[in-house]
Antibody, heavy 120, light 108 residues
Framework: QVHLVESGGGLVKPGGSLRLSCAAS????????MSWLRQGPGTGLEWVSY????????YYADSVKGRFTISRDNANNSLHLQLTSLRAEDTAVYFC?????????????WGQGTQVTVSS | EVVLTQSPATLSLSPGERATLSCRAS??????LAWYQQKPGQSPRLLIY???NRATGIPARFSGSGSGTDFTLTISSLEPEDFAVYYC??????????FGQGTKVEMK
């Protein structure tokens, strides 16, 4: 079965950096587009970034553009998100999610999430 | 950016009752809308995609309808495990992919 496990979250000071990872199993990772999404404390869902299967196409939300970098390693079935210049408003649970095949943007499997807290 | 507005914010119902949730888009998203369920402490689960198609393993009591700017998620008879927050999401105009603010279905 599809399994996505995020790691790398933690407490970081404003302006700091973190690298999130997502380990994928149970499907052919290299066939699927992937995304990162986040959910702030007590708030709804926000899409953050999207990467195609070959990494040729990448998108970012305006709120993170220039500060976050998405990447993937198909050989090791892993997805990453480098977070830099972190702000208090980046505090959230970060989820990796698989993009449903041929859908261009429905998220059919999600990891359990990793907490990122930005605070001095 | 497409803004999705869900109503009501909270729905108080009893098991066995019918739940009707609404999602309105700020512009035409054709039929490219999904619904997700999220329980406390869990990640979202895809229920419905392309407005009316149930995702794998989703019970038949969940149904979706609508097109253009107005969409509905219906739960025909609430089971105890259905009390949760429900989000709609569009994939017609992207990026960004956008979500509604959620409707909480709570037990009366």
């Amino acid at each position: 079965q599809v399994h996505l496990v995020e790691s790398g979250g933690g407490l970081v000071k404003p302006g700091g950096s973190l690298r999130l990872s997502c380990a994928a199993s149970g499907f052919t990772f290299s066939d699927y587009y992937m995304s990162w999404l986040r959910q702030g404390p007590g708030t709804g869902l926000e899409w953050v970034s999207y990467i195609s299967a070959s990494s040729a196409t990448i998108y970012y939300a305006d709120s993170v553009k220039g500060r976050f970098t998405i990447s993937r390693d198909n050989a090791n079935n892993s997805l990453h998100l480098q977070l830099t210049s972190l702000r208090a408003e980046d505090t959230a649970v970060y989820f990796c999610a698989r993009v449903r095949r041929y859908s261009s943007g429905y998220f059919d499997y999600w990891g359990q999430g990793t907490q990122v807290t930005v605070s001095s | 950016e497409v803004v999705l507005t869900q109503s009501p914010a909270t729905l108080s119902l009893s098991p066995g009752e019918r739940a009707t949730l609404s999602c309105r888009a700020s512009q035409n998203v054709r039929g490219y809308l999904a619904w997700y369920q999220q329980k406390p402490g869990q990640s979202p689960r895809l229920l419905i995609y392309d407005a009316s198609n149930r995702a794998t393993g989703i019970p038949a009591r969940f149904s979706g309808s609508g097109s253009g700017t107005d969409f509905t998620l219906t739960i025909s008879s609430l089971e105890p495990e259905d009390f949760a927050v429900y989000y709609c999401q569009q994939r017609n105009n992207w990026p960004p992919w956008t979500f509604g603010q959620g409707t909480k279905v709570e037990m009366k």
